[in-house]
């Protein structure tokens, strides 16, 4: 079974070495009539001054996630919800995209979700991390690859998703993927210096807030949150932005390339991250993180990925600047 080197955290970066897609078709027109920017399914978030990165001791130092520090924002809309495969069919339908997934033949699949069949098939899984799977035949649509469905599951995230495929979607619907200043903003819903978008208590008087991993990893999971993959989008308490799912559940891309000596030290004013790199930032964790693991389904936690990746954990939102006129 060939084996790939496993990045730190509980995605896995696809070995496109071969093969490599030149010349991704992203869609250069919209269907959405952006003539009268109306805010349904999007939350407001006001420009100004905001306090973010990590003090509490719980992050990773090698990750980037500090120093606490302060940074402005121009007003911007985020959407409430991570992409739906409803919303991404759409999109698919409108364009006729193929996404990377497909385009390359395989994405990764976490063990369990294959059947008996499908897991002697595969053929790849991650040094240190045997329960990803690289699965021929899965993609967005076929999430475990052939023989499975989207049919019940329209409101979930869509997943098996790129970035440069979410970077296509949002270039569709007029809008963008947000800067990790941005989410990371949206995600604290006004909260200032917490560990998650509801405060620094991870299950308030024994409340689940999020999907997550619970049980022992990656073996059993006593799906105490009520889930064992991707709950539907809008699951769980929201938070003060009224956003659903920014910790935990799916991955979220965003738009910067990766640094991990903290990239915006120097830029206080909506920072953009690093003019390049190799991978780009993915926020908030997943179902499948853990603290025996892997404890980023924090606010201030970070991970990366390349752009052509995709695995059954990532998903992603869209931002849109603010226009003249937009509605509330």
């Known amino acids: 079974m060939k084996q790939l080197s496993r990045p730190p955290c509980c995605t896995i970066s696809a070995d496109r070495k071969s093969g490599v897609r030149q010349n991704i ?25 905001y306090i973010l990165g990590a003090s509490d001791g719980r992050g990773f130092e090698a990750d980037g996630e500090g120093p606490v520090r302060k940074v402005e924002v121009k007003t911007f809309l985020i959407d409430k919800c ?16 193929i996404t990377e997934a497909e385009f390359y033949g395989s994405s990764f699949v976490f063990y369990r979700f294959l059947s008996p069949s499908i897991l002697k098939d595969s053929t790849m899984s991650v040094v240190d991390a045997p329960w990803w799977r690289s ?3 899965s993609s967005w649509k076929r999430p475990e690859g052939p023989g499975s469905t989207i049919n019940r599951r329209k409101s979930h995230p869509v997943i098996h998703v790129s970035w440069n ?12 993927l947000p800067t990790e200043t941005e989410w990371e903003i949206a995600a604290c819903g006004g909260l200032e210096n917490s560990t998650y978008p509801w405060g620094n208590d991870l299950l308030p008087d024994a409340k689940h807030m999020c999907n997550i991993w619970q049980g ?65 930032v993915i926020k908030g ?23 052509d990746s995709s695995t059954g954990n990532l998903g992603f ?12």
């Not at 931002?319 to 003249?324: E, F, Q």
């Open 216 to 280: 022992n990893f990656p073996d059993h999971n006593t799906e105490e949150d009520g889930d064992s993959g991707p709950s539907p989008a809008k699951s769980f308490p929201v938070n003060g932005y009224g956003l659903y799912n920014t910790c935990g559940n799916v991955w979220e891309w965003c738009s910067d390339w990766f640094g991990n000596k903290y990239l915006y030290e120097n830029v206080k004013n909506n920072p953009l991250g690093p003019t390049s790199g190799t991978q780009k």
């Open 82 to 97: 991570t992409v739906t495969n409803a919303e991404f069919a759409a999109f698919v339908s409108d364009t006729g995209y």
């Open 25 to 49: 078709d992203f869609p250069t027109f919209s269907s959405v009539d952006t003539s009268n920017q109306s805010s349904e399914g999007m939350a407001l978030v006001k420009g100004g001054e």
């Open 285 to 307: 964790g997943s179902y499948l993180c853990h603290d025996s693991y892997c404890n980023r389904y924090r606010i201030a936690a970070r991970s990366a990925n390349t752009p």
């Open 317 to 328: 939102r869209c931002v849109t600047d603010v226009r003249l006129g937009y509605t509330v």
């Open 165 to 176: 495929d979410a970077t296509a979607y949002s270039q569709w619907a007029a809008k963008r």
């Open 135 to 137: 699965v021929t035949g």
